[in-house]
Each structure stands twice: as structure tokens, then as C-alpha cells.
């Protein structure tokens, strides 16, 4: 079985400050081999970076939090399809083909089909959410997303009563480097209770800091789930089904007895390998890798958004319900 930690080259819980040295020099060594100009000083970091036309809603959802900074949030990223090392999503985020894209929508719902990207754009504004995301293994950022609330984009199909569950799958692409390696068993998949996927903090993004999705972040459209862990946010979606069944999901897959179905960030759930209750933050307005890790944070139950969505789990139990 696959050892994720060791492959992303990380171990949250044994983090020296050598590590982050030797990570920090790494990633420097990776943007200056990919010509991409530096991580510091602020260089191109996407083929697709580019700012998103027309007015971004500013909405309550949002944190007095320091936000991570572009440069970090897409220079550090977790996009298998892409590879396993964190800097490798950037590296070969131009493989990555966004145009045309289209979303195929089937199952239990009154309007299946198949959707180019511009109809599924056309009917929503776009609004900025700032949210914490939480990855599994134990770091996290602050991050500007730009997008729509998934419900007001799962309505327009009209779900049935026999959807009691939404699946998603991103593109499969033979040549990209993580594909080709079958690191996970393709497609990346991933799925939320109908409720969840309803509740208003889920979030179709489309964008992040007024830019376009950089492609190593999941363009052209990717969900942002922000109460779960990292994963659940699944990248470059080609398919939403609505199905009676608990959806298959790409984590669960490959470690069942280590990532479950829901993966609601808990800091007093530890994962078998790694305590959950703290964390470190990738946080930073100047870019500049010597702003990537803070010390370690308190983790937050659901979070810290469990006033919003922990009544989804009401007399659930949250240990074995993981
Ligand atoms: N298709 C796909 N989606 C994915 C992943 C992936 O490997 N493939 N990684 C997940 C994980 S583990 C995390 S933490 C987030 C990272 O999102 P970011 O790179 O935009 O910060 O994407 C999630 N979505
Ligand atoms: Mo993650």
C-alpha cells in the first residue's frame, strides 16, 4: 500500500526544522530547473494564470486570517495526476489540457448531459469565499477562492429522490506523469452526501486570487469542500453523478482502514499513522519561501466550521463515522 506521506517527502508529525530547510531548497531548485522565475520576487508560476474578467462578489465567508500567498498556494500543491512531490503539480501543470472542457452529468437527475464549461459558467456570478483548507497530512493554508456555491450548480439538474449521494471524478489525461505511474487508480474520485453537497459552504471554484484556476490548483473547475480534509476537494472535474450509493472515493480506495468516507477535519481523530491536533500553516502576503511553514497551529474541529455544518452529523459517531 502506498505511503503518501513518505511520497510527498513529509512527515507533519516529525517536521525538523532541517526538513523544511531541505524542502524549502528543493522547491527552489525545482522552479529555477523549470525556468519558471523564482518562488521569491514573485514569478509567472502557470501557463493559465490570468486575472478573471468581470465584478467577483465579496461575500461573509470569509477569515481576518493571513492569507497564504498565491506564490505558496501554487507551488505547494497535492495533485497526483501531476506527481507525488508537492512541487510537481507546478512543474508540469502546462501537460495538464483545459481547453474544451466539458462536465458530464448522469444518474439520478431530471437533466443528464453532457455540459461544456462555458454553460456551466453562464448562469452563475462570481464570488470570492476565503477559506481555511486542511490538508490530511497535517499543513494548511488560507486561500482566496473565486466560484459559485455547488447547490446553486447541482439544482440546475434538477436531482431526483433517489439522489441521496453526488460522486465526482477528475480527467484522466494517459500522459501525464502521475497517470502514466498509476500512483492511485484512476479516475481520481470523490463524493459527498447530498446534504453536504447542498450545504452553502460547498463551492465551485473556478478561480483563486482573481485569477483564473492555475492548472496545478485544478483547472478549469474544482470543489472546495472546506470542512473536510484536503482531498475531498477534488480537482479538474469531468463528471457529477447522482447515485443512491455511497460513492467510491480515491483515498478510501487505496487506505480504507486510513481515509473514510466523510474525512471531516478532527483534531481528536488521529489518522493511524499521525496525530490530527495541530497543524502548520502556509501562510505569508510576500511569497518568499522563508515565509512557508509557521510553527504548529491548534487544528480546529470541522475546521472551525462546525458551527455551520456540524449539525449535518447530529448523533453520529464521529470516531467511527471518519
Ligand atoms: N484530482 C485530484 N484532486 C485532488 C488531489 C489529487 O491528487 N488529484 N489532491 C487533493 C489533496 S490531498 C489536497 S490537500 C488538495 C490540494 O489543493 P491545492 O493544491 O489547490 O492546495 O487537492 C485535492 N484534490
Ligand atoms: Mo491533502
Partial sequence: MRDWMKLAGISPDEITDKAVFEKRRQLMRASVAAGVGGFIGGGVTSASAAPLSGDIIKTDWTTDEEHTSFDAATSYNNFYELGTAKE????????????PWSV?????????????????LKPHAIEERVYRLRCVEAWSMVIPWNGFALADLLKRFEPTSAAKYVAFETVVQDDLPGVRRNVLDWPYREGLRIDEAMHPLSFMAIGMYGEHMPNQNGAPIRLVVPWKYG??????????RFQEETPETSWNLSQPSEYGFFSNVNPDRSHPRWSQAKERRLAGDS??????FTPKIDTRFMNGYAEEVAGLYAGMDLQKFH
Fill in 88 to 99: 510537481d503539480p507546478k512543474r508540469h501543470a502546462r501537460r495538464l489540457k483545459t481547453e
Fill in 104 to 120: 458530464r452529468v448522469e444518474g439520478a437527475c431530471e437533466k443528464p448531459g453532457t455540459y461544456t464549461l462555458e454553460d456551466i
Fill in 231 to 240: 482531498y475531498k476537494s477534488i480537482k479538474s472535474v469531468v463528471t457529477i
Fill in 287 to 292: 511569497g518568499g519561501l522563508s515565509a512557508l
